[in-house]
């Protein structure tokens, strides 16, 4: 489980594809010393296994399911991802609870200054775009947010200049993919009210 507030940018330094999947190798500013092999880590929302790793860097290992349904089969070399390490019990939850289970890619549709901040409006796929809701939690790339309003199948969400900088969120132009999360409340408020 993570709190979807990230707590390095990695980058992608190593690409194997192959016919089960594909290996990547991440540099991270992490004291790898304090990560045990098999940790989870999410990678711009997706969580990942360590199965390797050196003094700044690690590798994982991607199924070609996860590639087929998130934005990790885009990745290149010098890619810059989001990272966070596992929430620990006793850990400060500053966003919201998050699976690093990715439901799907959004479309980043515009951004926006406004002040300091920026908006952005995001295109999610159907049907997941009815467990989004106004003041509602949702994970971008990995990143926890509030989202501020819906129109049928986008939403906005308002980037504080903190986030703007310290996430991969700045490098995303308009038509750029995102891998969303969807609130784990609102996913099971929806299924129960569906079973009702």
Same mark, same amino acid.
């Given at each position: @489980?993570?709190? &979807?507030?990230?707590?390095? @940018?990695?980058?992608?330094?190593?690409?194997?594809?192959?016919?089960?999947?594909?290996?990547?190798?991440?540099?991270?500013?992490?004291?790898?010393?304090?990560?045990?092999?098999?940790? *989870?880590?999410?990678? *711009? &929302? %997706? %969580?990942?296994?360590?199965? *390797?790793?050196?003094?700044?860097?690690?590798?994982?290992?991607?199924?070609?399911?996860?590639? $087929?349904?998130?934005?990790?089969?885009?990745?290149?070399?010098?890619?810059?991802?989001?990272?966070?390490?596992?929430?620990?019990?006793?850990?400060?939850?500053?966003?919201?609870?998050?699976?690093?289970?990715?439901?799907?890619?959004?479309?980043?549709?515009?951004?926006? *200054?406004?002040?300091?901040?920026?908006?952005?409006?995001?295109?999610?796929?159907?049907?997941?775009?009815?467990?989004?809701?106004?003041?509602?939690?949702?994970?971008?790339?990995?990143? $926890?947010?509030?989202?501020?309003?819906?129109?049928?199948?986008?939403?906005?969400?308002?980037?504080?200049?903190?986030?703007?900088?310290?996430?991969?969120? $700045?490098?995303?132009?308009?038509?750029?993919?995102?891998?969303?999360?969807?609130?784990? @409340?609102?996913?099971?408020?929806?299924?129960?009210?569906?079973?009702?």
């Amino acid at each position: @489980m993570f709190t &979807g507030i990230i707590t390095d @940018m990695g980058e992608v330094v190593g690409v194997d594809r192959h016919d089960g999947g594909a290996r990547f190798e991440i540099r991270t500013a992490y004291d790898l010393g304090g990560v045990d092999l098999g940790a *989870s880590i999410a990678h *711009s &929302g %997706c %969580c990942l296994t360590v199965v *390797s790793k050196t003094d700044d860097r690690f590798t994982v290992d991607v199924s070609n399911e996860t590639l $087929s349904l998130t934005t990790l089969k885009q990745w290149e070399l010098g890619q810059k991802i989001n990272l966070e390490r596992a929430l620990k019990v006793g850990d400060e939850l500053g966003g919201h609870i998050v699976a690093g289970h990715v439901d799907g890619v959004g479309e980043l549709v515009s951004v926006k *200054s406004d002040g300091d901040s920026y908006r952005l409006k995001i295109r999610v796929p159907r049907p997941l775009h009815r467990y989004i809701a106004p003041k509602g939690s949702i994970a971008l790339d990995g990143i $926890s947010l509030t989202v501020n309003e819906v129109e049928d199948d986008v939403f906005g969400v308002n980037i504080i200049p903190h986030t703007w900088t310290h996430t991969t969120l $700045s490098q995303i132009g308009e038509g750029g993919k995102l891998n969303l999360e969807i609130d784990l @409340m609102a996913r099971y408020a929806a299924r129960w009210r569906e079973t009702v």
